[in-house]
């Protein structure tokens, strides 16, 4: 079992930043696929970045491309994720998730995650 811990949620202003963090516990996490997802009211859960097992590339969604980055330390067992020039639109629970030696293929995919954390709020006013 992996347990997954996110912090770093918050209300900003538009144009603001956050840096949000998620401490995997269990297993080694250098052979673990990392992502985060988002969930808005009446919305389906979407990806938003994700990095690969073992030191593996990095992914995106559109959305997140040139304002979202994401990072592991991996002797720290953590995965960030910062978020540059946020917009109203970015405002949603805010998911951690991990998946065992996922190829780099499936990484977009939340059904392909097993391990969730509980999510952290991020809101963001105009």
């Known amino acids: 079992q992996v347990q997954l811990v996110e912090s770093g949620g918050g209300s900003v202003q538009a144009g603001g930043s956050l840096r949000l963090s998620c401490v995997a516990s269990?297993?080694?996490?250098?052979?673990?696929?990392m992502g985060w997802f988002r969930q808005a009211p009446g919305k389906e859960r979407g990806f938003v970045a994700a990095v690969g097992w073992s030191g593996g590339r990095a992914s995106y969604a559109d959305s997140a491309k040139g304002r979202f980055t994401i990072s592991r330390d991996n002797a720290k067992n953590t995965v960030y994720l910062q978020m540059n020039s946020l917009k109203p639109e970015d405002t949603a629970a805010y998911y951690c998730?991990?998946?065992?030696?996922?190829?780099?293929?499936?990484?977009?995919?939340?059904?392909?995650?097993?391990?969730w954390g509980q999510g952290t709020q991020v809101i963001v006013s105009s």
């Open positions: 269990g297993r080694t996490f250098s052979n673990y696929a």
């Open positions: 998730a991990a998946s065992a030696l996922l190829p780099s293929a499936f990484l977009a995919m939340p059904e392909k995650y097993n391990f």
